[in-house]
């Protein structure tokens, strides 16, 4: 069986002429868990424990649509899968060739509700009409790698210290180079750039994703960002940044940084993992407690290694903070039972390509 240690950071900015910040981003761990109502053990009613990890989630949106719209429909967007994922058997299974098709069609189908979601809202306020965003979501599974796309923020992998891209965008200035009549070395400052021909919601009657297979390796890393930063950074100095940096937070705030530099002309953000051996393969509960509870109760029991797909950290202590990790509570809203995590997924149907471009603001 594989394990794996995963290190990830993630910063967002406004940049340097946006009066506000329509990016989302949000790095999340997926593990089976259950909460304790009763029993003799030394554990406090409400208590939940915590098994390995069963993957990784990692989202990065940009939004579209005047002051409001723009940021409400990035949140919308990573809020709805948040749901979706949480209220699916399919992402708490081991994903293989037997079940990989179905997998992948639930998420074209999520993509597809999402977008309708998001419509349905700007439908319903005046402030929101038009709002759309993009979403480029990766799934990692230990060692597979699903990565999911609509619209221009982007998705790198960096292995063997060359820096690939993943997604296309999909923009007119995209499709314009594809059919010679745009010089490639022209397409990340032209006009037709800010033009989307897919995103969610945005007024749009349809809306199509890409979807990417592949398997990752030790070492590999996995770069998400908004087009922020590579309207002003080139493949090459991304690669340099990620190379050169000490850790993964630092790799963002330079990125970052350097966009800002060069005129910050849009919102940015980045978010950074990678995927190292672990030094040892033991891992142990974890335990989220109740007030009074003891917690000495399971600090001390393994989890069994038929039970793990993935693990986080090794039993030594990692060198990168929480923070940095992305897993610390300021990453989460602490809404408690706030309806805006509510959200109702609506039947599943297939849909067409979107064809209606959207302008992104």
Known sequence: MN??????AGLTDKGLVRQDNQDQFLVTELTRSMVVRSGSLDVADASRLFGGPLGYLFFVADGMGGHKGGSEASRLAIQ???????????????????????FVDEIRQLIGNAHRTIQSKSEGDTLLEGMGTTLTLAYVAWPKLFVVHAG?????????????????????????????????????????????????????????????????????????????LNKHLSDDEICAVLLESTDNKAACKRLIQLAKQDGGSDNVTAVFSTFMKPKRRVARMKIMLAQNADESVFQDVAIPENELDTMLESDEESELSTAEHGYGTADFP?????????LEIEPREELPPGERPTVDQ
């Open 3 to 8: 394990y794996v240690e995963v290190y990830s």
């Open 334 to 342: 602490d809404n408690g039972p706030s309806s805006t995590w509510d």
């Open 80 to 102: 709805f899968f948040v749901n979706a994922v949480l209220n699916s058997s399919q992402w708490l299974v081991r994903i293989g060739s037997d079940n990989e098709a179905a």
């Open 152 to 228: 221009d923020t982007r998705c790198y992998l960096l292995r063997d210290g060359k820096l690939r891209l993943v997604t296309r965008d999909h923009t007119l200035a995209n499709q314009m180079m594809k059919a010679g009549t745009l010089d490639p070395s022209k397409v990340e400052r032209s006009q037709w750039s800010n033009v989307l021909v897919n995103a969610l919601g945005a007024g749009a009657e349809n809306v199509f994703a890409d979807i990417y297979r592949d398997e990752l390796k030790y070492g590999d890393g996995l770069l998400l960002c908004s087009d922020g």
